[in-house]
């Protein structure tokens, strides 16, 4: 079963409104989650590094303020989508690493739809 | 930065077939993995790879590090409706996972 969960696993908005996507890891915790976007027939491209307790670290061209991203525990990410906007459509990934079993594991992903 | 190029880009086969395909790197990369996507879901890992020249295999998957460690390659034998979706490579790289471009496998029953 799923070792990394996100929700919502598809979520519709309009224009200008956010949306919050959730990492959850289900049976380890995750010191660092990472999150990628995907655009259609493209590859995962990392947006940014999450890290519990502190600031996550963006990858170039990735705007922060818009992405904002809290790790306030140690199985639980979130991603939220500031005044969402048609071009930020896309297949939203996370990913987290278990150390123990030495793997990371990808959750089911979560598609944004902006109308 | 880094890239991963993966070829072919998209492959279409018949049930029964076998298909192999190749991700190559600008730099080195001292881990390859592949990961299988199937449409709406999150990667899966497949196979991954520490020691160049290594050969390993996972069912009718194997995989290979290359010796130069710029690049890896994929097979998949006698392959199956259910083996459709998106391959990727992916190297770690200070911390992050790089993925390939992906070869998209279509299997005709």
């Known amino acids: 079963g799923a070792v990394v969960s996100q929700h919502p696993s598809r979520v519709i908005c309009k224009s200008g409104t956010s949306v919050k996507i959730e990492c959850r890891s289900l049976d380890f915790q995750a010191t660092t989650m990472f999150w990628y976007r995907q655009f259609p027939k493209q590859s995962l491209m990392l947006m940014a590094t999450s890290n519990e307790g502190s600031k996550a670290t963006y990858e170039q061209g990735v705007e922060k303020d818009k992405f904002l991203i809290n790790h306030a525990s140690l199985t639980l990410s979130t991603l939220t989508v500031t005044s969402a906007h048609p071009e930020d459509s896309s297949f939203y990934i996370c990913s987290a690493s278990d150390r123990v079993r030495g793997e990371l594991f990808f959750g089911e992903g979560s598609r944004l739809t902006v109308l | 930065g880094q890239q991963l190029n993966q070829s072919p880009q998209s492959m279409f086969i018949q049930e029964g077939e076998d298909v192999s395909m190749n991700c190559t790197s600008s730099?080195?990369?001292?881990?390859w993995l592949w990961y299988k996507q199937d449409p709406g879901e999150g990667p899966v890992l497949l196979i991954a790879l520490y020691k160049a020249g290594e050969l390993t295999s996972n069912g009718r998957l194997t995989a290979q590090f290359g010796i130069t460690r710029k690049d890896s390659f994929l097979n998949i034998s006698a392959s199956i409706p259910s083996d459709v979706g998106i391959y990727f490579c992916a190297g770690p790289s200070a911390d992050k996972l790089i993925f390939g471009t992906g070869t998209r496998l279509q299997v005709f029953p």
């Open positions: 730099s080195i990369f001292n881990t």
